[in-house]
């Protein structure tokens, strides 16, 4: 005789229902497979934020042979490309990048922006790198 297991659907929980109670927002970048050269992968911003250089992580499934560097820029609102620095995977580390730049304020409609490197990595393979960010 075969066993009827009846399941009771338990009601969803939602830990936080206000998606603006929470100061903390993270931008994801994903380049899957090998970055090709100068690939930009943009962002438009909603909410004033302010980047927080010391919370950036990063993972890449293959490790750099060579230290590969990506550049992170804005466009404002008025159309001005700004420079905000430079994340770079040091040669044979999967999750380790030196960070170089400054925080910034990006304003809603300002679009944030992340280069791969000039010059592709013959290793470097499905990249993420995120950016914590804090709601001001």
């Known amino acids: 005789m075969?066993?009827?297991?009846?399941?009771?659907?338990?009601?969803?929980?939602?830990?936080?229902?206000?998606?603006?109670a929470s100061p903390?927002?993270?931008?994801a970048f994903t380049f899957a497979g090998k970055p090709a050269v100068a690939t930009i992968i943009k962002v438009v911003m909603v909410d004033k934020v302010e980047i927080d250089f010391a919370g950036i992580r990063a993972y890449a499934t293959i490790p750099s042979s060579i230290d590969a560097i990506f550049k992170m820029r804005k466009i404002d609102n008025n159309g001005?490309?700004?420079?905000?620095?430079t994340l770079t995977f040091k040669a044979g580390m999967q999750s380790h990048i030196n960070v170089a730049g400054y925080n910034g304020t990006l304003k809603p409609g300002d679009v944030l922006q992340l280069?791969?490197?000039?010059v592709q990595d013959v290793m470097l393979t499905d990249v993420n790198?995120?950016?914590r960010t804090l709601r001001v």
């Open 129 to 131: 790198i995120t950016i």
């Open 115 to 118: 280069i791969s490197p000039e």
């Open 2 to 20: 075969d066993r009827i297991v009846a399941h009771r659907r338990r009601p969803e929980r939602h830990l936080q229902t206000d998606p603006l």
């Open 80 to 85: 001005h490309l700004i420079d905000m620095g």
């Open 24 to 27: 903390s927002v993270a931008i």
